[in-house]
């Protein structure tokens, strides 16, 4: 499965945005699709992630509350709602899936097998 991410841009302090993730080649019936950011000199950081089948989800401390993720059947697509950014949510956003996912095992990068290409987000002060 190939994924598009979209959705980035330059917001405000206090702003949102809202991120999509499609996949082309088939659908996300029986896959986990997460979300990441990378910071320039940081590492790949978990933000959340949705399994397909029951919509469980997992998401990283940081942003409870302020992220939402969800998904959409009929457009087969994952968003990632975000809230009250912060300059420090700057970064490029990536959307990963993978098949097989276990619950215990959605934060960790290295279980996604297909990435999008990433979106930029920049939070201004």
């Known amino acids: 499965v190939q994924l598009q991410a979209s959705g980035g841009g330059l917001v405000q302090a206090g702003g949102s945005l809202r991120l999509s993730c499609a996949a082309s080649g088939r659908t996300f019936r029986g896959y986990t699709v997460g979300w990441f950011r990378q910071a320039p000199g940081k590492e790949r950081e978990f933000l959340a992630a949705?399994?397909?089948?029951?919509?469980?989800?997992a998401y990283a401390e940081p942003v409870k509350g302020r992220f939402a993720i969800s998904r959409d059947n009929l457009r087969n697509t994952v968003y990632l709602q975000m809230i009250s950014l912060k300059p420090e949510d700057t970064a490029v956003y990536y959307c990963a899936s993978s098949q097989g996912i276990i619950i215990s095992n959605m934060k960790n990068p290295t279980a996604y097998r297909n990435w999008g290409q990433g979106t930029l987000v920049t939070v201004s002060s």
């Open positions: 949705i399994r397909w089948s029951d919509r469980a989800t």
